[in-house]
């Protein structure tokens, strides 16, 4: 009798990291890291990936594995090993961290060969494409759009002309266009740049082409120092040795942008990588990474998990962005896998931000990561100039101030744009009983509703559940009720009617529904004719509009009042992020911040003496407290449909801290939103010396929470309630 060949095989399971099959004598062995398929259950076929092989298994009867998927492996080594410890440190089975990194059309039954794609790009400018597309009003949208977003596959372009394959082609015949399946081979025309580097810049260049294997740096610099010019040089120096580079990036709205910079730099093969591609194509730039067919990719968060040939520099652009974080399911921080595979694979990561994270900022202060200052703009203007506008006893208007309209006003007589900024969509973020102060929430969660006057309906922003507007109050029956406070919707209506003359642009998620709307927004605005644009989060960071001049901020005093510790630290990047859209213009940058809290201290450090010393007060606050980055933290959210069984449950974890003197844990609580969807919710705070404390806690508290229980754990949680 032959013997018998186990093999590990990672699946979508939650209870173990892998489960064991039975290799048929027919079949040739897989290697580790490729995908096989299997019978999971009774009958579910499901595609796993080999991570063991081995003579004997625990288990007594195994099934055999029905097929082999790739004969050579689809995951290399050092991506395995990346997986690995990405399980290890997040507290997740290896398998669901494998099926989360592998692109979808991997992960499907039908094991279908990846498809071809073509990229797009334009190959000349739009007055050139202009004078040739004079009479095809489709061939114009589609070259203008591309021009903004290339490089695209027709696919991604159909939604703004129905059949965009045929207009690339007709563009092709006119030389306007080009078409390629490899991703993008970058013309030999390169820009040459005709400035010298700063000292700042030639420094920060040089300690990092420097160094060979594994080092972190911190590119700390303000905004329009040249931090791009620096990754575009490391990034030219790599192609050179025929190496690859990944970039990573926090959002695919940003991603043409610093694409097009690179592209126009740099001979080499470049490809984007995110989520608004198709299965295919995102297959595709895999496998091209992977065969060492280009350079270069510029990828959002899950593009950390892309396969290299031959890997020699990472770099985390806008490294504190919120959205390095997965905040469902497995909640990886992208940024720190990047600093993790930098240690496994040994080659350098350069984290770059004008606002660092204060994790960012404590590890360059302990010399662990290098620290590159860049203090001077290249251009030479000054940042722009900031005013705090006191709010209280004043009255609002569209909830903007009498002077702040003026403000508006006067920028537009001169011919600029402006920005109203507010984190909140919707005509008003509540609808209160003026007699007796009730005010309307959603039935299944603790959240006040939002009225949106489009749609005459209040709606939770939470579970999205939809409510009529109530005619007299539930609780005393008066008729009196009202709105209370201002929503983006409220803000434009408002400014619609004040400036009759001038268009008013709302981007919020209730007028921006597709890329196609974003566009046409987009357009209108560089267009350059002076508008005022209300918009939320949406705006804040990465969109450069030359003629704005003017930003005003509506409303940042909810995180005075938060309980979430690094609240200010989110405000103090939100702020500069904004500030950094006025100003690009010919004349300096205004900002307006409205508050009620002029006199805050958080004020004086930011605005009077800027980012730099407000994080470091920031850090060594969270090093008297004892939070993060001075501790390492946990948080286990947990839910249930009954509240008491919830706290039954999770009652165990209380004692578990015994035995751990290096570990503080805190509660459970309730969440601060404590009901969402009609499911209670809790959490336990753990908060620890050591990141070893931390984890040796967390895998006795697992073992602890009865299986049937709802609950995750957030490794380093950089939102103590989502
Ligand atoms: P950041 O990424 O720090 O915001 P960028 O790298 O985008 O800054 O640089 C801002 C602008 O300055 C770009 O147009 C860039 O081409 C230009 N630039 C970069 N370095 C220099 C330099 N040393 N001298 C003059 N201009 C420069
Ligand atoms: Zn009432
Ligand atoms: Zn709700």
Known sequence: MSRKTVLHIALKVPFAPFLDYLLPDAFCQPPVGARVLVTL??????????????????????????????????????????????????????????????????????????????????????????SLTKRSIHQQTVFQYLLQNQPLTSKEINHVCNNASQ??????????????????????????????????????????????????????????????EIYIRLIQQQIQQQSQVLVMVPEIGLTPQLFNEISERITGRLAVLHSGLSDGARARVWEQARHGQVDVVVATRSGIFTPFKQLALIVVDEEHDLSYK??????????????????LQDVPVVLGSATPSMESFALAAKGQHQWLRLRTRTNRKPLPQTVLQNTNQLTLKHGLTHDSLAQIKRHLSQGQQVLVFLNRRGWSPKWLCQDCGWIAQCDACDAYLTYHKHSDRLTCHHC?????????????????????????????????????????????????????????????VRRGEPCVIVGTQMLAKGHDFPKLSLVVVVNVDNSFYSSDFRATEHLAQLLIQVSGRAGRAETRGEVIIQTQNPGHEFFTLLLKKGYQHFAEVQLEERTAMGFPPASHMAIIHAQHRNEAQLMQQLEPLAQAQLGHP?????????????????????????????????????????????????????????????
Not at 326 to 343: F, P
């Open 464 to 524: 999205d559940r939809r409510y009529g507007t109530p005619e007299f109050c539930p609780d005393c029956g008066s008729q009196d009720t009202d709105v209370l406070g201002v929503g983006t919707e409220r803000v434009a209506a408002g400014l619609s009617d004040h400036f009759k003359d001038h268009s008013i642009l709302r981007f919020d998620r209730d007028t921006i529904k597709s890329a196609n709307d974003w566009q046409q927004h987009l357009d209108v």
């Open 41 to 130: 259950g009774k009958r579910t076929a499901a595609v796993g990936v080999v991570v063991g092989v081995s003579k004997e298994s625990k288990h007594k009867k195994l099934k055999t594995i029905e097929r082999v998927l790739d004969e050579v492996a689809l995951l290399p080594e050092e991506l395995l090993a990346l997986l690995n410890k990405t399980a290890n440190y997040y507290h997740a089975p290896l398998g669901e961290v494998i099926h989360m990194a592998l692109p979808k059309w991997f992960r499907q039954v039908q094991n279908k060969s990846v498809p071809k794609q073509f990229w797009w790009k334009t190959s000349a400018t739009w007055e050139e494409a202009a």
């Open 326 to 343: 997965q905040q469902d399911g497995i909640r990886y921080s992208a940024r720190d896998l990047a600093l993790l595979r930098g240690k």
């Open 167 to 228: 207009q690339l082609k007709q563009l092709e015949k006119k030389g306007l266009v080009v078409s390629s399946e490899l991703c993008f081979i970058d013309n030999q025309v390169v820009r040459k740049p005709e400035f010298v580097l700063t000292a700042d810049q030639d420094h920060a260049l040089k300690s990092v082409s420097q160094t060979s294997g594994f080092n972190s740096f911190l590119v700390d610099g303000i905004t329009g120092s040249g931090k791009t």
């Open 662 to 722: 290096d570990v503080s844990v805190l509660g459970p609580i309730p969440a601060p939103m404590q009901r969402k969807q009609n499911m209670h919710r809790m959490q336990v705070i753990i908060n620890a010396n050591s990141r070893k404390a931390l984890h040796q806690f967390l895998f006795q508290a697992q073992s602890c929470l009865p299986d049937r229980l709802q609950w995750i754990v957030d490794v380093d949680p950089i939102l103590l309630d989502s």
